[in-house]
């Protein structure tokens, strides 16, 4: 267990140390983010449309149609957006970093790093980690916007709730800590899940069974290390 | 000098070296030939500390590299380059870009300077204008070409090869083993190479070493070595299944 903390340590620790790999990050910012960006929209966009039919079905039973808006965003906002957005990243992103960097220990890639002098965690990981943590805030936040414009659809479009409403709800409901949870939750969940898919791909075993073992851990171990870390940070933050 | 003092390594309870006692001529080429999986690898990662051992100490000019601290140690590998079995070229890189990574890297020379050394070391190793293909691209024989160009890209003291010539034709082969003595020649490095080619290694190597049942059983001269009566040193060269050493 110490050993999964301390590669996290190494790693953090490398990326503050020069020389900075600016370049890398730069790099990883594009694969974590942009191209995670279809699927986060995808899935931020029906997330929302589903909210919308559910908020309204509850809130109907309280006649309270009107807080569609306000239910919809503290829900995406607080929770939904940065748990959901974190389970897209590591399917499309996550299960990559720890294949890729698998493959690499099994093909001596790793080893060869080594023997050029050069740290692999310092040249794998730490460039991950900052693109990670600059990457899921906004991807978070973009699931929030897009979901909460699904949720307008459906809400407003289809089931006939006031669009002056939806968006007054919204705008007296959603105060700055929403805002500031939803933000430190989906910087937690990117490094979660870049040390997690790092640390499984860095030790697999150098054989092809090893990798996919390494990706499948990686994922389910995230999956499970998101859900565990939201509770403690939602009841800290509640 | 290299010199490698009663080294022992296991995994999972599987002892592979057992008290390996074994010197590097400065300058000449020692090959390390064995059975297959008598862990020859073995013994090479732990020259440069890419293994640690369980016992025993290795030193590079009278530094126990095994004692070293992380910053001290990668100091000493950077006077390595190793040649690996599968050429371990960085599959999201060109061939080019490989050669110059630990340039870039490692040292502060300007872009047009990188460029210049990358293409000669790949003229030297016969891939010139093949810079621009990525290893995926590449054959095999290839692929160990520019691994060869990347190993000598930094001019180390020191080139590790392992298996240079693992699944390679016995034309490839010989080209590689060519290869190597012109390079040899060369940058004059203290090579050590591990392989079962024989006799086609026996023409680049100054020394020969024999590893098996965990020990090197015999370090000679490349004449003396192939004129040895040591029983295990006939058998191997012979490749005989009768004899000390087991077979199957």
Redesign the interface.
Known sequence: MGKIFLFLLSAFFLAFRRPAKFNLIIHHIKTIGVDSLSVVLLSGFFTGMVMGFQGYYSLRKFNAESFLGSVTALGLIRELGPVLCAFMVTGRTGSAMAAEIGT?RA???I??L??????PVKYLVSPRIIASLIAMPLLTAIFDVVGIYGAYLIGVGLLGVSSGSYFAGMENSVVFNDVYSGFLKSVSFGLIITWVCCYKGFHAPPMATGVSQATTESVVLSFVMVLVWDYFLTSIML | MIRVVNLYKSFRGQQVLKGVNLEFATGKITTIVGTSGCGKTVLL?HL?A?LLPDRGEIFVDNVDITKLGQKEL??I??R???L???A????SMTVQDNVA??LR??TKMTETEIRKKVEERLAQVGLEGMGYKFPAELSGGMKKRAGLA?ALI?DPEIV?FDEPTTGLDPVLATGIHQLIARTHEDFGFTGVVVSHTIPQVFDISDNVAILANGVIEEIKPTKEFQASQNPIVQQFIRGETEGPIQAL
């Open positions: 690499m093909t001596e890639q080893d060869a080594y023997s050029m002098a050069i740290n | 990662k440069n890419l990668y100091a590998r950077g390595f380059g190793v690996f079995q599968g371990a070229l960085l599959d990574f630990p890297e490692k990347r930094m590790l």
